[in-house]
């Protein structure tokens, strides 16, 4: 809904004491804020009370920048993302991290500096002058921060929103018209004055106005992922973590995981920690921001090995670094759901480890089965809800922004099954994704390209312009013994068309190897029409002289494989026209194990060696260790897709050089002559553990 009736609709029927207790809550912790950091301290606080990352005697106050991110949550949230948001914090190497504003100074000149822009920044609010606000170059680098410290200190100058990009879409949604590059602190004030110009928020609250905002036009994503994580190995902390409302993992030699910025920062400190993880650490790193992001209202699942469900869980606050804990210090408050435990009639295999993620329809399955000890609950029913992946709605997404969008990576990540996902979502058979019965997906995918609004075609060096827009070809109908040409429709001219009659529908083009043809010849003209503020706009075809236009309503996804060819040998108009999305190796899609060898740690640690001694493109795909679209189970698979899929492919990269195949495949490959080392099915697990796997990974389910 946007403006208007629409909004005074919505404020009628929302319940504005429901907020009560809400706003009881947030002012206690302002109070607290005011009390532990009056605002006649600022020019003289030192930074030890400021920063993140700084050991804290026993039993001291919490530091200003701690308070607000994760003690403060009624206040309104700046959680999620790294420790830069303030601006400047010690990292757990000890070392200060500063925003580009400060880099070069000591941490206390630093300190000095922000300090007395943080100062100056209230000085100006309380005198009512907003636009000095921008001239504080170092508070632009912490805008979340410095929004939430000035709307608890000015409480009636600024709303409990702090997210630049949520403000943009209240601002919209009230009727405004949203800067893009304007800081949160005057996103904020421009949201407040559309609200107090409207007279159904006469008297509400700031707390009233962000509920009812958020419960209206919630701009945050409504699929996110869904977790499995295991509390301690074989679930040893479940009562722990059920009595106390809570989940939590190791890990605990990492420090806080806030003071990370990136998956590359928390890969380097894992590697430090544990040697022998290698390329395993990446897919650990990002599943542990992943625990850290963690937002209220996401659903986890807690598991006991591969084949039990303990409960279901709705996370209830923000991640916490509890250093004080024994151990599995890093924890996460949840709200647990007991009547969804169960032993699952299929084990898991992607359960094996601390983190998994879970596919939405498995997860409605789960909550959809009660408990074995609830006799009064009739027989357990699976949820219709149909939730599209992630990918395919990042997909979508793209398709919708931009018209067109080439899938890329390297070879076997799966680039034509996630086309071919968009094109089931598109012709309303999303439920066939969820992976759980691939005849059906498959059964779904011939009866859509059997149909009228998707195509299929996989381009070539010979495919031409004729082929996709126009052209005459010879007339296999004429009769007389002379040659005959016509003048035939090429693929995309058909299609559209096609779409041209039917506007209320979507039409999708799928060009699987699209940067195998000679994109500037196939296209021709066409290439201008892509764009969707030039759809429907008419230009005479070079052949025929006939009038055409691309509709609105046609989409064009692409897919191409990155070990043949980059992104930058693409034309540049071509490029400049198609969103890019890049499709990269999912550790996750072959968990599970082949006697001894961890298959994803095998897999992670195998194309960590190819991104090193080759480059990420030619890394391999997940399909390469899938059969049927589950990862291998025996060594005999194992076997022959090692030896008759993966090293060919290998040894093609490596052009003949024995040398760089050896320092992939390690004592794999003879050295001198770059063979391949024959060995038995039975052995070979064992064999790809010890060059690959061996040494500590982390916790375990």
């Not at 070990?563 to 890019?580: M, N, Q, Y």
């Not at 080392?677 to 060059?691: C, N």
Request: overall charge negative; hydrophobic content about 40%; some cysteine.
């Amino acid at each position: 809904m946007t403006g208007g009736a629409d909004v005074r609709m919505a404020t009628d029927q929302f319940k504005r004491a429901a907020v009560a207790e809400m706003e009881s809550a947030a002012k206690e912790e302002r109070e607290r804020v005011l009390s532990q950091f009056p605002l006649e301290d600022w020019r003289t606080l030192p930074l030890e009370r400021y920063a993140l990352g700084q050991p804290a005697p026993a039993g001291s106050e919490p530091t200003y920048c701690r308070l607000l991110e994760f003690l403060t949550p009624n206040l309104g949230s700046i959680k999620g993302g790294s420790a830069a948001k303030h601006i400047m914090y010690r990292h757990n190497s000890g070392e200060w991290r500063l925003a580009a504003a400060l880099r070069g100074m000591e941490p206390q000149d630093a300190w000095r500096h922000l300090r007395e822009q943080f100062a100056q920044a209230f000085d100006a609010v309380a005198a009512g002058d907003f636009e000095a606000l921008d001239d504080l170059e170092a508070l632009r680098f912490g805008p979340a921060l410095v929004t939430k410290s000035l709307a608890t200190y000015f409480p009636e100058h600024f709303l409990p929103i702090y997210a630049g990009e949520h403000l943009r879409r209240f601002i919209t949604r009230l009727g405004g018209s949203a800067q893009g590059d304007a800081p949160a602190w005057r996103s904020n004030r421009r949201l407040l004055e559309l609200v107090r110009s409207r007279a159904e928020f006469a008297g509400w609250t700031g707390q009233e106005v962000m509920h009812f905002l958020y419960e209206q036009f919630d701009p945050r994503p409504h699929h996110r992922t869904i977790w499995k994580i295991a509390p301690g190995e074989r679930g040893r902390l479940w009562d722990e973590c059920r009595e106390g409302g809570f989940v939590c993992v190791g890990w605990d030699e990492l420090g806080d995981l806030a003071l990370y910025q990136s998956d590359t920062d928390l890969k380097q400190a894992l590697d430090a920690r544990w040697p022998g993880s290698s390329g395993g650490s990446l897919t650990t790193a990002r599943r542990l921001l992943a625990f850290r992001d963690l937002e209220t209202g996401d659903r986890i699942v807690a598991n006991r090995g591969i084949d039990e469900v303990l409960a279901t869980g709705t996370v209830a606050g923000n991640y916490q670094f509890l250093p004080d804990r024994p151990e599995y210090q890093h924890v996460v408050p949840v709200n647990w759901d007991l009547s969804h435990a169960q032993k699952l009639s299929t084990p898991q295999r992607g359960w094996r480890s601390t983190f998994a993620r879970v596919d939405p329809t498995t997860f409605a399955r789960f909550t959809a089965q009660r408990s074995s000890t609830d006799q009064s609950a009739g027989p357990a029913s699976a949820s219709t809800l149909v939730v599209l992946p992630e990918d395919v709605q990042a997909v979508l997404a793209a398709l919708e922004r931009k018209g067109q969008v080439i899938l890329h990576g390297p070879p076997g990540t799966g680039k034509t099954r996630l086309a071919l996902g968009a094109a089931l979502a598109l012709a309303g058979r999303a439920d066939v994704l969820d992976g759980s019965e691939p005849e059906r997906r498959s059964e779904a995918q011939v009866e859509v390209l059997r149909g009228d609004r998707v195509r299929l075609v996989t381009f070539h060096p010979s495919y031409g312009y004729e082929d996709f827009v126009e052209g005459f070809k010879p007339d296999l109908h004429a009769k007389g013994s002379g040659l005959t040409l016509d003048l035939a429709d090429g693929l995309f001219h058909t299609l559209c068309s096609r779409a041209t009659d039917h506007p209320e529908q979507t039409f999708l083009l799928i060009i699987d190897e699209i940067n195998r043809g000679d994109l500037p010849r196939i296209f021709g003209e066409l290439i201008t029409l892509l764009e969707i503020d030039k759809r429907n706009l008419p230009v005479d075809l070079p052949v025929s002289k006939r009038s055409f236009s691309v509709p609105a309503n046609v989409r064009i996804i692409g897919t191409m494989n990155t070990a043949d060819r980059s992104i930058s040998h693409l034309d540049a108009a071509v490029r400049r026209r198609f969103a890019f999305l890049p499709v990269g190796p999912d550790p996750d899609a072959v968990s599970g194990t082949v006697g001894p060898l961890d298959l994803a740690a095998f897999f992670e640690s195998l194309n960590s060696r190819i991104a090193r001694h080759l480059d990420p493109d030619h890394q391999i795909g997940h399909a390469y260790l899938m059969r049927d679209g589950e990862p291998l189970a025996t060594e005999e698979d194992l076997s022959a897709a090692f030896h008759h899929e993966v090293v060919p492919l290998l040894e093609d990269y490596c052009l003949g050089r024995a040398d760089l195949l050896h320092r992939i495949l390690g004592g794999l490959v003879d050295e001198g002559t770059g063979r391949s080392v024959l060995m038995s099915p039975q052995d070979l697990p064992d064999a790809l553990a010890t060059e690959f796997t061996s040494g500590a990974t982390g916790p375990d389910a």
